[in-house]
Every structure is written in C-alpha cells, then in structure tokens.
C-alpha cells in the first residue's frame, strides 16, 4: 500500500516535468540535435539546411542554425514557441525575411542575423511582435539603411550590433531609443555625426563608429550621452573637433581617437573627461597641443600619443595635474633639445615611458632621449648641438647613428664623472634641487667639446663648434 502511494507521489512529482523532456527530445526536428538540461536547446547548426523544419520542439528555449543555407523567412516562420529566449541564423544566405517572420516567439530576447549578405534591405514590420528583444545583431548583413519605424516594438533593446554594414550616416531609428546601452556601428561608411543623430540615447554605455569615413562631428552632436564609458571613434577622416565635443561626457572611461587626421589639440576637449581613464590619440598628425589640454583629466592612466609629428611635448599641457600614468611616445620626431629634460627626468622618476626617438637636434638624432645627457652652463641647460655637416650624411640610420651614439657614450661618461667631482664638492653647499644644476662648471664643458672636437675630427668633419673653442 506505501509503496503505491510513494510510486505515485513519485510519478506526480514528474509529471510537470515530463512532457517537456519529451516534447524537446521527441519533436526534435531531423538533423537537429536536441538537449534538455535546464532548458531545451535545438542545435541544427552546419547541417546544409536549406529550408525550415516543419516545427521545433514547442517547449524550445533556444535554436541555433547557423552556418545553413537558408534563404527565406516566411511569416511565422517559426510557429509559436512561447519559451524562445535566444534565436540565431549567423551565416546563412538569408536574403528575405517576410514582415511577421518572427510572430510567435513573444519571449524572444536575442535574435542574431549576422553575415547574411543577402539582406541588404529591411522593412518596417520585420521585427514586428518581438516585444522583450534586448539584443540584435544584424552585422555584415549588406544593410544601406533601416527604416525610421523598424523599432518601434522593441522598447527593451539594449545592444544593437550593426557593425560592417553599408549606412552612410546614423541610422535615423536610434533617435530616443532611451534603453541602449551598446551601439556598435564600425565598418560602415558613415560620413558625419549630425546634432540629432545620437538625440536621447541617455543610458548609452558603449558606442562605437571606428573605421567609417567620420569627417564632420556636429556641435553637440554627443551632448546626450551622459552615462558613455567606452567610445570608439578611431580610424576616421577627422580632421578637427568641435571645441566642445566631449562635454558633458562626464562617465568616459575610454575614448579612442587614434587613426585620424588630427593636428592640434585643443584645451576645451578634454576639460569636462574628469573620469577618463585611457586616452588615444596615436596614429594622427598631432604637432601641437594647447596649454592645459590634458587639465582636468584627474584619472587618466594612460595617453597614447605614438605615430604623430610631434616634435616636443611641454609639460605644461598636464598643469595642474601631475601626471604619472602610463605614456606611449614612440615614432614621432622628436627634439631632444632642452625642452624635453623634463621627461627624461620623468622617465628615470618612473620607468613608465621608454622608446622616444630623438630625431633632432643632430648630435644626438638617432638616440633614444634616455640616452641623451643634458649639459649644464651656469646652471642652465644647453641644448645638444646641431652639427652642421658640410657633406650631408648618406645613410641616416647607421652611419649618423653609431656616431651620435659614440658622442653621447663620450659625454655621458665624462659627465658622470664631472657629477661625482662637483657632487662631492657641493654636498655642504646650498640646497640643490637637481642634480644637473650641480654639474654646471665651465672646464666641464670644456672637456666635453674637446672630446666632441676629438671625435669629429676624427671623422673629418670640421668647421662647427668654433665659438665654444674660444670660450674654452
Ligand atoms: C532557462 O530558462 C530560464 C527561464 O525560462 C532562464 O531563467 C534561464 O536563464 C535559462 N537557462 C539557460 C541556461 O538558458
Ligand atoms: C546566396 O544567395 C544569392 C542571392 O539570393 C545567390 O546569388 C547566391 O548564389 C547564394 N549563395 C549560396 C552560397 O548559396
Ligand atoms: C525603456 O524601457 C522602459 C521599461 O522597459 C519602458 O517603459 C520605456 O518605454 C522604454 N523607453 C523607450 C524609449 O522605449
Ligand atoms: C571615404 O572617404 C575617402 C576620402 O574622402 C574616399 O576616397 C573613400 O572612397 C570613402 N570610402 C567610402 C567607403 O565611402
Ligand atoms: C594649430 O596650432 C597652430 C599654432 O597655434 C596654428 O598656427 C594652426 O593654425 C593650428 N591649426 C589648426 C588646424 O587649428
Ligand atoms: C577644469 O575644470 C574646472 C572646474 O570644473 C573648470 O573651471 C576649468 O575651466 C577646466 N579646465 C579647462 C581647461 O577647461
Ligand atoms: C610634420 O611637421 C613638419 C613641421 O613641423 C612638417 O613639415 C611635416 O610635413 C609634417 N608631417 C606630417 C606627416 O604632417
Ligand atoms: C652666470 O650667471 C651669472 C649670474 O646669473 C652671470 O652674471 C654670468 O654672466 C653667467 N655666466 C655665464 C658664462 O653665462
Ligand atoms: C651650415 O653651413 C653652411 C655652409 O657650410 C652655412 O651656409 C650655414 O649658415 C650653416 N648653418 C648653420 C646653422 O650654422
Ligand atoms: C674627479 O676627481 C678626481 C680626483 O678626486 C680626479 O682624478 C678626476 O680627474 C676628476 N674628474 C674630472 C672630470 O674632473
Ligand atoms: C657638512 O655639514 C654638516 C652639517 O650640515 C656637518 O655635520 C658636516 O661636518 C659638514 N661636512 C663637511 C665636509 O663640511
């Protein structure tokens, strides 16, 4: 008698489980494959599918199919499935998709389409009854436009993946879509930013337009995109900025403008990116930069400045901060003359910049600014020398090099030992604050264009340096 009842109770307790077990792996389509664990899945990717199975297994939670041949999506095309949470079609040669295709899958919250080369067009009514979809991917689907109204449904959406398309501008549909938090748009072909383009998208997290053909950013064009973190605007045509492009950007974590056409930077930038914590601006033309333009940007970690044509960098763009983050500086064209000390100080201070290539003045071209030594008279610095070569030198890179390297070699070595002497001397005397300014004696510096004359001389070269032989 217990035992009837505990088999019963037992079968009672299954039974709301059963028919779904059943029904996932009884109904599964042919070459599919069907798993129920905690929800039912349906697995027809890479099966040379070429159209719909009939029906899917109504207590589906999530159908995969990429990698087919389908082409075609019929209204309804996949009945009703009422627990569908995750649909993909990634990688088939889709190029219709029936107004109502997805009728029928109220729940569906991710629908991918992406590379589907063949679509090129939506219509209005395409994604019509998909009311809880907060993630659609219609990337590298060959798109030039999406109709105004085409979201009209889908107030929850959150990421819009529609990366590697053909759009020209921002699709019109984004205006006021308030629930957005991810907006990826690289690849297509954008030309501008209008004022209105980007209207409303306040929770807007993640927006990224890297490799379109931006050349025109319209004032205020971001001006709503007040909780923005990561923002990607690399590989573009942009040749300048609005003077207040960022402002009100309060949130921004990241913003990345490397990869244009940039030459100045302007103080009014950055002033408002109190949170920023990664700036790029490599792979520009960037040859000046307005006092004060990184003020304000109390956070940053790391500025990538690499690939410009800069030729100094003064220290007085990081005022009143004191920046101590991380600097990329290499391949651009720098003077090592004294205007740069300060940041071979700052590089022995905190070892967290390395690689920056002296390419003028001549005497030290070819060096790295780490290697490069400061000479000090009365207390001043004296920029490294321009030797005026009367030959120009043929091979740049070797030959310049090995002899500026030999100079430098020469000067550090004598100047090392000029310091201990002078260090020596001066540790009673008056506070110094660096030690530069205490191997400022004039016989130094003497000994230095000996060895300077010694090695040019060497070389053959004459006919430079003559006025500090007299001073000597
Ligand atoms: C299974 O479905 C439930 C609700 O239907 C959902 O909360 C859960 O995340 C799903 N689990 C998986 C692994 O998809
Ligand atoms: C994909 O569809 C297009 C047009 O619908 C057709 O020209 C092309 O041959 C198809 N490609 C494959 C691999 O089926
Ligand atoms: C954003 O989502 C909320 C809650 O789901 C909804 O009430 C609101 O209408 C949505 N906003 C827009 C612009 O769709
Ligand atoms: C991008 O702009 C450049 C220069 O204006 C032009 O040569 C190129 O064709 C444009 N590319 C596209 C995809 O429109
Ligand atoms: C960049 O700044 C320099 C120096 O102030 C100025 O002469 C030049 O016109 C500026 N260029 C642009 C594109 O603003
Ligand atoms: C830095 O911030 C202060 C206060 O918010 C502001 O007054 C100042 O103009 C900003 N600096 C720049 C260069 O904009
Ligand atoms: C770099 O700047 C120099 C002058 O400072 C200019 O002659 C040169 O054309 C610039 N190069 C590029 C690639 O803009
Ligand atoms: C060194 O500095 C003093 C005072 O600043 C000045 O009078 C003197 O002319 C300077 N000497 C040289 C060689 O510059
Ligand atoms: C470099 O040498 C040339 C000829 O030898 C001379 O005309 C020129 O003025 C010199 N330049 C400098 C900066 O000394
Ligand atoms: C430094 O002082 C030592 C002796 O104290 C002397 O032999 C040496 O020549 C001095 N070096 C220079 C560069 O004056
Ligand atoms: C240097 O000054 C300190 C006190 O400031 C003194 O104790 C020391 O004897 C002095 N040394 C020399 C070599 O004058």
């Not at 349906?42 to 070429?50: A, E, F, G, K, T």
Request: proline share 5%; net charge negative.
């Amino acid at each position: 008698m217990s035992l009837v009842i505990f088999t019963a109770y037992f079968l009672l307790l299954l039974l709301p489980h059963a028919p779904a077990i059943w029904s996932c792996t009884r109904s599964c389509p042919p070459s599919c494959t069907c798993t129920q664990e905690k929800n039912c899945s349906v697995l027809c990717d890479r099966v040379s599918m070429i159209d719909l199975p009939k029906e899917f297994p109504c207590e589906a939670a999530s159908i995969n199919l990429d990698k087919n041949s389908l082409k075609f999506l019929s209204e309804r095309a996949f009945g009703t499935l009422p627990l569908l949470r995750s649909l993909s079609l990634d990688h088939n040669n889709i190029s219709f998709i029936t107004p109502g295709a997805f009728k029928g899958l109220p729940n569906l919250l991710e629908l991918k389409l992406a590379h589907n080369e063949y679509i090129r067009y939506l219509h209005t009514r395409t994604f019509t009854s998909l009311k809880r979809l907060e993630r659609l991917d219609l990337s590298d689907c060959n798109l030039f436009n999406m109709p105004d109204r085409i979201f009209i449904e889908q107030i929850s959406l959150k990421e819009l993946l529609v990366f590697q398309n053909n759009f020209r501008r921002v699709p019109g549909t984004l205006r006021g879509m308030e629930n957005l938090t991810h907006v990826y748009l690289e690849r297509n072909k954008i030309e501008a930013v209008a004022y209105n383009s980007l209207l409303g998208l306040s929770n807007l997290k993640y927006l990224n337009l890297q490799e379109n053909n931006i050349s025109v950013i319209h004032d205020e064009a971001f001006k709503d995109l007040l909780r923005l973190e990561n923002f990607y605007l690399n590989d573009n045509l942009l040749v300048d900025l609005p003077q207040e492009a960022f402002k009100s950007l309060s949130n921004l974590k990241m913003i990345n403008l490397g990869g244009n056409l940039l030459t100045n930077v302007s103080k009014t930038w950055f002033s408002d990116l109190v949170e920023l914590e990664v700036l790029y601006l490599d792979r520009n033309r960037l040859v000046y930069f307005e006092e004060g333009a990184f003020q304000n940007l109390t956070s940053l970690i790391t500025l990538h400045l690499n690939s410009n044509n800069l030729t100094t960098l003064p220290f007085t763009v990081f005022e009143p901060i004191y920046f101590i983050g991380r600097l990329y500086l290499f391949r651009n064209p720098w003077g090592c003359s004294c205007g740069l000390k300060w940041l071979r100080e700052w590089m022995d201070s905190y070892k967290l910049v390395r690689d920056i290539p002296c390419a003028s003045p001549s005497s030290v071209a070819g060096l790295d600014l780490s290697e490069v030594v400061y000479a000090h008279l009365n207390g001043t610095c004296v920029d490294p020398p321009e030797l005026n070569l009367t030959t120009p030198v043929p091979d740049y890179t070797t030959t310049e090099n090995k002899f500026n390297s030999l100079i430098s070699k020469l000067l550090q070595q004598e100047l090392r030992e000029e310091m201990i002497n002078s260090t020596n001397a001066l540790r009673n005397g008056t506070q110094q604050d660096s030690a530069e300014s205490q191997v400022s004696a004039v016989p130094g510096l003497c000994a230095l264009y000996k060895v300077l004359l010694l090695v040019l001389l060497f070389q053959a070269q004459i006919g430079f340096l003559s006025d500090c032989i007299n001073v000597c």
